[in-house]
């Protein structure tokens, strides 16, 4: 473990044009990929993940999965949209993070539905929370966040946990950043904010430079343990479309079917 008082340098993010590519575990086995890419829009950012399963895992059950997140210059999320296909069973949702934000859902073989999410504060998506933990500063202490992708939202607490050296498939780096990031049901959320009991927990390293990548992300199931780990990092032109993979079909045109 490395001393948590080595100096951090300002985080340089959101980066224009950032792909970043993972292998994803499970138990330790290799059972697919995903990538995470950044493009800036004239109004904001638009963040897309994909990923799939591999070749080997596909002989028993193929998944494929695409996110796309859009941000204001502020980071606060205005959209996200997510939809997951296990053999060929297709699952959807779009959430707009207005005054009033809504959720509209789908599930496989089901009609669609949408409803107002009416117990929220400041809600954001998953994809912006990454964002915003990749830039936090260790020296601020915990932090909450309210992360909204169902009828209800819920709160994000992290907390940092020290510094490591870290050796993944991107590379060595040194004095990485440890987070644990807990997540709590909002029991209440007005005036007075009431956590309920913990329903699981992420850990998250960080490398310590001004670009703060993603290197490892963790979290525990009852059938093991999915991590996903960096194994590679780019920034491409700005004209270069964020994400050629496993958007088909795109996020925005499932959320209007």
């Known amino acids: 473990m490395v001393a948590a008082?080595?100096?951090l340098p300002a985080a340089a993010l959101p980066r224009p044009g950032e792909r970043l590519e993972f292998a994803v575990e499970l138990a330790g086995l290799p059972v697919?990929?995903?990538?995470?890419?950044?493009?800036?829009?004239?109004d904001g950012w638009q963040i897309e993940l994909s990923g799939a399963t591999n070749a080997i895992v596909d002989l028993f059950c193929t998944v494929r999965g695409f996110a796309s997140?859009?941000?204001?210059?502020?980071?606060?999320?205005?959209?996200?949209?997510?939809?997951?296909?296990?053999?060929?069973?297709?699952?959807?949702?779009?959430?707009a993070y207005d005054e009033v934000p809504t959720i509209w859902y789908r599930a496989p073989g089901a009609d669609g539905w949408m409803a107002e999410l009416t117990q929220y504060r400041s809600p954001q998506d998953p994809?912006?929370?990454?964002?915003?933990?990749?830039?936090?500063?260790?020296?601020?202490?915990a932090r909450d966040f309210e992360v909204a992708m169902t009828l209800r939202s819920f709160c994000y607490r992290v907390r940092f946990l020290g510094r490591e050296d870290l050796d993944v498939g991107a590379g060595d780096f040194a004095k990485a950043l440890r987070w644990r990031v807990e997540v709590h049901p909002y029991e209440q959320l007005d005036a007075t904010t009431t956590l309920g009991p913990?329903?699981?927990?992420?850990?998250?390293?960080?490398?310590?430079?001004?670009?703060?990548?993603?290197?490892?992300v963790t979290r525990e199931f009852g059938f093991g343990q999915?991590?996903?780990?960096?194994?590679?990092?780019?920034l491409a032109p700005a004209?270069?479309?964020?994400?050629?993979a496993i958007s088909d079909p795109p996020a925005a045109a499932v959320a209007r079917e």
């Open 5 to 7: 008082g080595v100096p």
């Open 226 to 234: 999915v991590a996903l780990e960096l194994t590679g990092a780019a």
């Open 32 to 42: 697919g990929s995903a990538a995470l890419a950044t493009a800036r829009l004239s």
């Open 127 to 141: 994809l912006a929370l990454l964002q915003r933990l990749r830039a936090l500063d260790p020296a601020e202490g």
């Open 69 to 95: 997140a859009r941000l204001d210059d502020a980071l606060a999320s205005r959209s996200f949209a997510l939809w997951l296909d296990e053999d060929g069973e297709r699952s959807a949702r779009s959430l």
């Open 239 to 244: 004209s270069t479309p964020a994400l050629a």
């Open 198 to 216: 913990l329903l699981g927990f992420y850990e998250v390293a960080i490398s310590a430079d001004a670009s703060r990548l993603p290197l490892r």
